[in-house]
């Protein structure tokens, strides 16, 4: 399983745009990228997957380059709600007959201040 | 509709006594998952469950740790001569047959276990 990397902590306030970066130089080629986010005393919750270029959704948007060995999760305005642990995976996706085994790494911590 | 439901939600125990954990995935989900995280740390895979397939239970961190999953629904986690170090908070996630390459996985709130 490829090894993740990612800043153990970050600060922002509140209304600004954060990018947390995760690198994964051993990434497969049948890997996809998640983001998971997780507050005090509850499971994580899906945030975003991609597999190559940027994805977006209703919350944040994910950004891989072309060689795949690191991704961003752009997170645009936060509030003080979105101080949470945020953590990268990869892993082999659903899409054949193989489903997901993922790893959790330790995560970057988000706090956003007033 | 109902989410992923983990069962106790604490539970205390003595050090040696078995214990047995519950989770009871998302209706018409094949896959599932069983994670441990202890205090301030990430998530630590244990077993994974997909449909009718023997588990992959390469997380499993000693032979006193089991699990089975029941008409490819309930699951139950079992660790037998509890010690101190196995208290976490052990959660459950389950996923549905993908399409469009997405795997999102669903977690239950967790069974946060403390060994005394």
């Known amino acids: 399983l490829a090894k993740t990397t990612q800043p153990i902590s970050m600060d922002s306030y509140e209304g600004q745009e954060v990018n947390i970066t995760c690198s994964h130089n051993n990434i497969a080629t049948n890997d996809y990228i998640t983001w998971y986010q997780q507050f005090p005393s509850q499971g994580p919750r899906f945030i975003i997957q991609g597999y190559k270029t940027k994805v977006t959704n209703e919350v944040a948007s994910l950004f891989i380059p072309a060689d795949r060995k690191s991704s961003t999760l752009s997170l645009p305005r936060v509030s003080l709600s979105d101080t949470a642990v945020y953590y990268c995976?990869?892993?082999?996706?659903?899409?054949?007959?193989?489903?997901?085994?993922?790893?959790f790494g330790q995560g970057t911590i988000l706090t956003v201040h007033p | 509709g109902a989410g992923v439901s983990q069962s106790p939600s604490n539970k205390v125990t003595e050090k040696g006594k078995d214990v047995e954990l519950r989770c009871d995935p998302i209706s018409g989900h094949t896959a599932l998952y069983w994670y441990r995280q202890s205090l301030g740390q990430g998530l630590e895979f244990l077993i994974y469950?997909?449909?009718?397939?023997?588990?992959?239970k390469s997380g499993l961190p000693s032979d006193r740790f089991s699990a089975e999953r029941t008409g490819g629904s309930v699951s139950t986690l079992t660790i037998q001569r509890t010690q101190q170090e196995d208290s976490a908070v052990y959660l459950c996630?389950?996923?549905?047959?993908?399409?469009?390459?997405?795997?999102?996985?669903?977690f239950g709130p967790g069974t946060r276990l403390t060994v005394l």
């Open positions: 995976l990869v892993g082999l996706n659903a899409g054949g007959t193989s489903y997901g085994k993922l790893t």
């Open positions: 469950f997909q449909g009718n397939s023997a588990p992959d």
């Open positions: 996630a389950s996923s549905p047959r993908a399409s469009g390459g997405i795997n999102e996985q669903f």
